[in-house]
């Protein structure tokens, strides 16, 4: 088994400047700042939650998975992202069974992090992020 921990839940929303304050001064979640993630067309901002996050998503373009999201189903929850140790190494077993991946390669995530998608149809309608940390 390679999946370590809940890494964080993705939740869509409208604007960061609106949803912050609930989850900073209404839930009393620590707060660690906000970052453009350009290759995925979101800006995120997020909270502390035991070991894992919440990571709120701000689109910042009318392309973005985000907003396509939010048109069709309103603000709420996005996607579960999984921990792993070895991205490359998972990837390779998840083609070997057969999963639809949205990525095949690793891509860039927040705070320097590797990240991939699974597709929601092989994932029982949730979409699936695989995130490996930043080294050291
Ligand atoms: C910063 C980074 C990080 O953590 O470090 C991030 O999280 S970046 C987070 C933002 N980046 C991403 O989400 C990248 C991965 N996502 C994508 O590539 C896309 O959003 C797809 C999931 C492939 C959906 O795109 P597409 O243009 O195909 O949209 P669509 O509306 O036609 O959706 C196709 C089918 O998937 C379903 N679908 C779409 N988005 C979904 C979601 N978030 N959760 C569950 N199901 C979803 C739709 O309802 C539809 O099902 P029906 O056919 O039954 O109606
Ligand atoms: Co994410």
């Not at 997020?46 to 919440?54: K, Q």
């Not at 998975?65 to 309103?74: D, M, Q, S």
């Not at 992202?81 to 990837?91: H, S």
């Amino acid at each position: 088994m390679t999946t370590k921990k809940i890494s964080h839940v993705g939740i869509a929303v409208k604007s960061l400047d609106a949803a912050v304050p609930l989850y900073r001064d209404v839930l009393g979640m620590e707060f660690e700042g906000t970052e453009v993630v350009a290759e995925q067309k979101v800006k995120v901002a997020f909270f502390v939650s035991g070991e894992s996050r919440i990571e709120l998503l701000e689109a910042t373009s009318p392309d973005s998975p985000v907003a396509k999201f939010i048109e069709k189903n309103g603000e709420g929850v996005h996607h579960l992202a999984y921990e792993v140790d070895d991205l490359k190494a998972t990837l390779a077993r998840l083609q070997t069974q057969g999963v639809r991946l949205i990525d095949s390669e690793p891509r860039r995530g927040a705070h320097g992090t590797a990240i991939a998608f699974l597709h929601p149809k092989a994932t029982g309608g949730v979409l699936t992020e695989l995130c490996q940390p930043a080294q050291g």
